[in-house]
């Protein structure tokens, strides 16, 4: 399977998953989604491990982004946790 296409579902399915806890009454796990171009940060204030806390889908596209990124995860006080799929890489990045 295409790598690009195994991270991208990898990403709908988090995504579809904490939408669903999102969307709970109050969003009692803080769930928060945000893209960045075609990068997607995900946090679960409630739940401070890296399973779901985390920053996938970066490329080389989005490395103008990395300050946006970050400062997202900084302003929820929860660290940034980058997942670099290997067919996204480059000598910058």
Same mark, same amino acid.
């Given at each position: %399977?295409?790598k690009k296409l195994w991270e991208q579902i990898e %990403?709908?399915?988090?995504?579809?998953?904490?939408?669903?806890?999102?969307?709970?009454?109050?969003?009692? %796990?803080? #769930?928060? *989604?945000?893209?960045?171009?075609?990068? %997607?940060?995900?946090? #679960?204030?409630?739940?401070?491990?890296?399973?779901?806390? #985390? *920053?996938?889908?970066?490329?080389?596209?989005?490395?103008?982004?990395?300050?946006?990124? *970050?400062?997202f995860y900084d302003e929820k006080h929860i660290p940034?946790?980058?997942? *670099?799929?290997?067919?996204?890489?480059?000598?910058?990045?």
């Open positions: %399977m295409n %990403m709908d399915t988090l995504t579809s998953r904490l939408l669903a806890i999102g969307n709970l009454q109050n969003n009692p %796990m803080g #769930v928060s *989604i945000q893209s960045f171009g075609q990068t %997607m940060a995900y946090t #679960v204030k409630s739940i401070p491990g890296p399973a779901f806390n #985390v *920053i996938k889908g970066l490329c080389g596209e989005d490395e103008l982004l990395l300050d946006e990124i *970050i400062d940034a946790r980058f997942e *670099i799929a290997p067919s996204h890489h480059s000598q910058s990045l």
